[in-house]
């Protein structure tokens, strides 16, 4: 047995006409194959928790210039006292320096995590970012559509256009 058709949902012209432009007429105005657009303030409570936060000040330091210069002093400190320059007796990290070697990869250890963590952050960041753009766009298509059609132009005309140069633009830059 075969499904029925969609009935459209909207009796505006307009609509019908976004409705019909992702090449289904199922009453939805945006294309949901594509686009999922997520609750924005679950997605703003959720990255915002307290250890992404440090995360990210942790991550913004290690990035500074201050994080160099403290590091490259500490390095240096380290090694003209384990050179034997203030005497053979506070030297506790005798060449080739295996606790610094040690203390140094654990740091990186850490120091890439909360890169990672800072960076799943933005990512989250972005998604909200894209999911409201989608939205300013489709509300944008929207009206776009309904002037168009209150000022009495082919909307037929403009999709075949804007299809043209889509494939076109596509065409260009797929190689």
Avoid at 58 to 70: D, E, H, K, Q, R
Avoid at 131 to 158: K, P
């Amino acid at each position: 047995m075969e499904e029925p058709a969609p009935t459209p949902v909207h009796t505006c012209p307009a609509c019908q006409i976004i409705d019909r432009a992702d090449g289904v007429e199922d009453g939805k105005l945006y294309k949901t194959t594509h686009y999922k657009v997520k609750n924005e303030r679950a997605l703003f409570a959720q990255i915002k928790k307290r250890e992404d936060e440090v995360a990210d000040k942790i991550t913004a330091f290690a990035g500074s210039l201050s994080f160099v210069y403290i590091h490259s002093v500490w390095f240096g400190t380290w090694i003209i006292v384990n050179a034997g320059a203030l005497g053979a007796s506070v030297i506790f990290d005798k060449f080739p320096y295996g606790l610094l070697t040690m203390i140094v990869s654990l740091e990186a250890i850490f120091l890439a995590t909360f890169v990672m963590v800072s960076q799943n952050r933005q990512a989250a960041r972005a998604d909200i970012r894209s999911d409201l753009d989608f939205e300013t766009n489709l509300r944008s298509e929207i009206w776009s559509v309904h002037i168009g059609q209150a000022l009495g132009i082919d909307s037929t005309h403009v999709e075949e256009v804007v299809k043209m140069a889509i494939d076109g633009f596509r065409a260009e830059h797929e190689t």
